[in-house]
């Protein structure tokens, strides 16, 4: 979601899943079904973080020797945070699927090259929590054709939002109004919707934007709510009412730090 317009000044007053192509049609897109995500959500010591990369780079080296047969989607955040996603197709059963992936890249690898490169990265490491997202089309905003085009992403926001409990049915209600005002308003730039699930504290919900940079960004964010006028302000101040507490990260998009099997 745009932010909120407590976030902007007074005036005034959320990737389809990695590889995955939207449908042409707005309407479309928001009927696909949800799709499951696991996020390892990694916190690395600022001084370290160099080498820490240094040690993801060496990892994935020997995953395409081990001809690592999963896919994994690395983004860095402005604070130290890397998330590392896979998508589960077949829900938590890929779960087992993934598990066993790396056990077989493990033994492929050998213990004496997989294990110093995993002593490499938890050195760096101050956390390491994996959690379970659901994309939900149905609560996003995915106009068609979008004001960027994929190659011109380079700058992310994740926008977590904590719920008062018991205020979930509303929290979607109101998203949904989020999207119908967008597309009434002619919108370009889109928001996607996930729901915390496992690993999370619940309940949660994140946001999920880009833009080409961070100025980019905020250039669409003023023009956004510049756009929605008295209408969106008095939405807005609805969905707080419904949000407990709300954090931000915002990064980039790391493809020297994601992995994918040669075809």
């Known amino acids: 979601m745009r932010k909120l317009a407590t976030l902007l000044p007074i005036v005034l007053t959320a990737v389809w899943g990695i590889g995955v192509v939207p449908p042409q049609d707005p309407a479309a897109a928001q009927a696909l079904p949800p799709s499951l995500y696991l996020m390892a959500d990694i916190q690395v010591e600022v001084a370290k973080a160099p080498d820490y990369e240094a040690a993801l780079k060496a990892l994935i080296a020997a995953l395409k020797d081990a001809r690592f047969a999963e896919v994994f989607d690395t983004y860095a955040t402005d604070d130290s945070r890397y998330y590392v996603v896979y998508s589960l197709p077949k829900g938590y059963s890929s779960v087992d699927n993934l598990q066993a992936a790396w056990r077989d890249a493990a033994l492929r690898i050998g213990p004496e090259r997989f294990q110093p490169l995993h002593a490499r990265l938890t050195a760096a490491e101050l956390s390491r929590v ?70 999370n504290e619940e309940p949660v919900y994140v946001w999920f934007e880009y833009g080409k940079s961070a100025a980019d960004y905020a250039l669409a964010e003023e023009k956004f709510w510049k756009s929605l006028g008295d209408e969106g302000a008095a939405l807005s101040k609805r969905t707080r009412a419904l949000i407990r507490k709300q954090e931000t990260k915002t990064g980039r998009y790391r493809p020297d730090l994601s992995y994918a099997p040669a075809k």
């Open 130 to 199: 994996l959690r379970f997202w659901t994309f939900r089309p149905d609560l996003s905003f995915l106009p068609s054709p979008e004001r960027l085009k994929p190659e011109e992403y380079g700058y992310y926001t994740w926008d977590y939002v904590w719920l008062v409990p018991g205020r979930e049915a509303a929290f979607e209600a109101v998203n949904r109004e989020w999207a119908a005002l967008s597309a009434a308003r002619e919108c370009r730039d889109p928001f996607m919707t996930y729901q915390g699930g496992y690993g």
